[in-house]
């Protein structure tokens, strides 16, 4: 039991060096979407918010891109300008019109979803809400079981 303890130590003291250098080369995470919703609306600044609780302060190691679309026809033309700014995540927020754009623009990158008028496991969106895969890993939001709980249904 003394020998993993020590050669566990030793590994650890041998990769300290390497690991202060990796975290000086880590670059920012850079997340993007577009929305109907402008920045300043309350769900957003929530989110930058709730990033920075979890350690990730915008314009330090994070980048929050908001493109603001003005009817639902802007979906397309919202996301291709969050795509050309780099994001390393696009997150598709709104109605299912949203995530098809925001796949259809992102060609590789991961698309984090709220569904809020679709049930994206219904859909074939996800095999799996527990375990999304693919270029979707992530979460639903669905807006009749919020409401419903916000007040008491």
Not at 13 to 38: C, S
Request: net charge positive.
């Amino acid at each position: 039991m003394r020998r993993r303890q020590f050669l566990g130590a030793i590994g650890g003291v041998a990769a300290w060096p390497f690991a202060g250098h990796a975290q000086q080369a880590t670059k920012a995470l850079r997340v993007g979407t577009a929305n109907a919703q402008p920045r300043t609306a309350p769900q957003w600044i929530a989110f930058v918010q709730r990033m920075a609780e979890l350690g990730y302060r915008e314009g330090e190691n994070f980048t929050y891109d908001h493109v603001q679309i003005q009817n639902a026809e802007g979906w397309e033309t919202g996301y291709r300008a969050i795509v050309a700014q780099k994001p390393d995540i696009v997150l598709a927020a709104g109605p299912e019109s949203s995530l098809k754009a925001a796949l259809a623009a992102a060609g590789g990158l991961p698309v984090v979803m709220i569904a809020v008028d679709y049930d994206p496991l219904a859909k074939g969106y996800v095999q799996s809400l527990s375990r999304p895969s693919g270029s979707i890993p992530g979460s639903i939001f669905r807006m009749l079981n919020w409401w419903a709980s916000a007040w008491n249904c």
